[in-house]
């Protein structure tokens, strides 16, 4: 499986951005995709997921901020990010659960600042 993540870049706090990964595969076949970022210094951490049936998860810092959603025509996964604070900076990763393996997209840089 490829993932080709876009849609990152430099935004002021309380902005938006709106984060896109595309599968090379149709999407039903994969058991869950999410996103995780990876600030300076720090471990790469979960932000969101959604699994096939549409269940989502999201990490208690970016609850009611992101929104994770899919668009089965277009082997794509969003990630809706509102009302972004500092703290959001960081290299965003798109992964795909399939059989058992992760697999990952190249990062795209989130910048939060004035």
């Known amino acids: 499986v490829q993932l080709q993540a876009s849609g990152g870049g430099l935004v002021q706090p309380g902005g938006s951005l709106r984060l896109s990964c595309a599968a090379s595969?149709?999407?039903?076949?994969?058991?869950?995709m999410g996103w995780y970022r990876q600030a300076p210094g720090k471990q790469r951490e979960l932000v969101a997921s959604?699994?096939?049936?549409?269940?989502?998860n999201y990490a208690d810092s970016v609850k009611g901020r992101f929104t994770i959603s899919r668009y089965n025509a277009k082997n794509t996964v969003y990630l809706q990010m509102n009302s972004l604070k500092p703290g959001d900076t960081a290299v965003y990763y798109c992964?795909?659960?399939?059989?058992?393996?992760?697999?990952w997209g190249q990062g795209t840089l989130v910048t939060v600042s004035s």
């Open positions: 992964n795909a659960v399939m059989q058992f393996r992760d697999f």
């Open positions: 595969i149709s999407i039903f076949s994969i058991n869950a």
């Open positions: 959604i699994t096939s049936g549409g269940n989502t």
